[in-house]
């Protein structure tokens, strides 16, 4: 198995551009969790799908963040616009239904300019 | 809300020896789930070992190992004949029985010297 896939692995923009982060789980898996890295504040679940839905976006920051998860084998989340402070390392998780063990992706490393 | 404090942002261990790291966490649930996640310079995070409150046992993977401390809420990880391969990030986490999300501490960074 690949394991989690995230892309891009590094991304640089310039404040106010659209950016979006993308995610293959784990086949298989059914949950599938975005969690945020930063120095301040560490890791932090800004939101996490059951079967494709959105149970738990108490984490997502603002209305500028936006995710999705069309089918069970891709995810999405958006930022739009951009701004500095969301420079961090973007985590995808997948996990094989609740409570099960979590697989992390190798992370998005954003840079906001 | 739950929170999870690592108090040492630095550790260091001589190579075959044994480290501690430690972990305390605050919450009013009596049933939860504790984990150490370890994140090497390639930035995945990876799970080390994991703790179901209610089991009174301290769990055990190969060189790692716990001392859970239900009363004094501490879930301390110890590193038995330390490598190289060792050094990396080490957070720990609590998770709810009522929820998937993780909570995570800070973390520790543990840098292994030959």
């Known amino acids: 198995d690949a394991g989690v896939i995230q892309s891009p692995r590094h991304e640089v923009t310039e404040m106010g551009q659209e950016v979006t982060l993308r995610c293959k789980p784990i086949?298989?898996?059914?949950?599938l969790f975005w969690y945020r890295q930063t120095m301040m504040r560490g890791l932090e679940l800004l939101i996490y799908?059951?079967?494709?839905?959105?149970?738990?976006d108490s984490g997502m920051p603002e209305d500028r963040f936006s995710a999705k998860m069309p089918n069970a084998s891709f995810s999405t989340l958006k930022i739009q616009p951009s701004e500095p402070r969301d420079s961090a390392v973007y985590f995808c998780?997948?996990?094989?239904?609740?409570?099960?063990?979590?697989?992390f992706g190798s992370g998005t490393q954003l840079s906001v300019l | 809300a739950q929170t999870v404090t690592q108090s040492q942002p630095e550790m260091s261990v001589q190579e075959a020896e044994t480290v501690t790291l430690s972990c305390t966490y605050d919450?009013?649930?009596?049933?939860?789930?504790l984990f150490w996640y370890k994140q090497p310079p390639s930035r995945q995070m990876i799970l080390v070992i994991r703790?179901?409150?209610?089991?009174?046992q301290n769990a055990t993977e190969n060189r790692f190992s716990v001392n859970f401390q239900k009363a004094a809420k501490s879930f301390s990880l110890k590193i038995s004949d330390s490598q190289l391969g060792d050094a990396a990030m080490y957070f720990c986490?609590?998770?709810?029985?009522?929820?998937?999300?993780?909570?995570f501490g800070k973390g520790t960074k543990l840098t292994v010297n030959p």
């Open positions: 086949s298989g898996h059914n949950s």
């Open positions: 799908f059951n079967n494709n839905v959105p149970i738990d």
């Open positions: 998780a997948s996990s094989r239904g609740q409570y099960e063990k979590l697989f």
């Open positions: 703790q179901e409150a209610y089991k009174q």
């Open positions: 986490a609590y998770r709810s029985p009522y929820s998937e999300k993780l909570v």
């Open positions: 919450t009013s649930e009596s049933d939860y789930y």
